[in-house]
């Protein structure tokens, strides 16, 4: 159950794109197509943005999107905007009913 | 609306145990598979712990295997997780998370119950 390889930052101007990598194993990432994505602000709960690798929950912009190749996945956010800034962080199905968090990326808006 | 409240944190000696609970509302606590995740102080997330629906069967981060167990009690809507030989490590704020169904992931979280384990 080693943690998800996320970069511990990235930026981007308003109206901008910035995709977020997820790095992870054949073990999780690769092996099945159950990867999320959730937004953190601090001091507050995760908001679930991205589930089975590319679907949005109800009121999820579609801004927000997501894909997976081999063991790596990606979160793009495109149009930037000032509310986007959070910290963000995907899991992986890991099988056996365990899940695997990545380390959480903290995007700024610049 | 959905709802998740953890109550049950607090400071604890090392080597202690501690039972934290989740009330759930809003939604039928019974239909739904449940998690318990943590995030230490500055630190991401991790997941600690799964149940199922029915509470019949249950898994367990490496970290914490042999040490916590989670329950529920499907007739007081109440999630719990049982954790004993507390470490250091185990300070975190422990949350509560709902399984949007045949997902893997978690679409309503609670704000979290702060556990300190100190001497």
């Known amino acids: 159950q080693s943690a998800l390889t996320q970069p511990p930052s990235a930026s981007g101007s308003p109206g901008q794109s910035v995709a977020i990598s997820c790095t992870g194993t054949?073990?999780?990432?690769?092996?099945?197509?159950?990867v999320s994505w959730y937004q953190q602000y601090p001091g507050k709960a995760p908001k679930l943005m991205i589930y089975?690798?590319?679907k949005r929950p109800s009121g999820v912009p579609d801004r927000f999107s997501g894909s997976k190749s081999g063991n790596t996945a990606s979160l793009t956010v495109s149009g930037l905007q000032a509310e986007d800034e959070a910290d963000y962080y995907c899991?992986?199905?890991?099988?056996?009913?365990?899940?695997?968090f990545g380390g959480g990326t903290k995007v700024t808006v610049l | 609306q959905v709802q998740l409240v953890e109550s049950g944190g607090g400071v604890v000696q090392p080597g202690r145990s501690l039972r934290l609970s989740c009330a759930a509302s809003?939604?039928?606590?019974?239909?739904?598979?449940m998690d318990w995740v943590r995030q230490a102080p500055g630190k991401g997330l991790e997941w600690v712990a799964f149940i199922t629906y029915d509470g019949g069967i249950t898994a367990y981060a490496d970290s914490v295997k042999g040490r916590f167990t989670i329950s529920r009690d499907n007739s007081k809507n109440t999630l719990y997780l049982h954790m004993n030989s507390l470490r250091d490590d185990d300070t975190a704020v422990y949350s509560c998370?709902?399984?949007?169904?045949?997902?893997?992931?978690?679409?309503?979280w609670g704000q979290g119950t702060l556990v300190t384990v100190s001497s």
């Open positions: 809003g939604f039928t606590f019974s239909d739904y598979a």
């Open positions: 899991s992986s199905y890991a099988g056996s009913n365990s899940w695997v």
């Open positions: 998370a709902r399984d949007l169904i045949g997902t893997y992931s978690c679409d309503y």
């Open positions: 054949s073990s999780d990432v690769g092996g099945y197509n159950y």
């Open positions: 089975e690798v590319s």
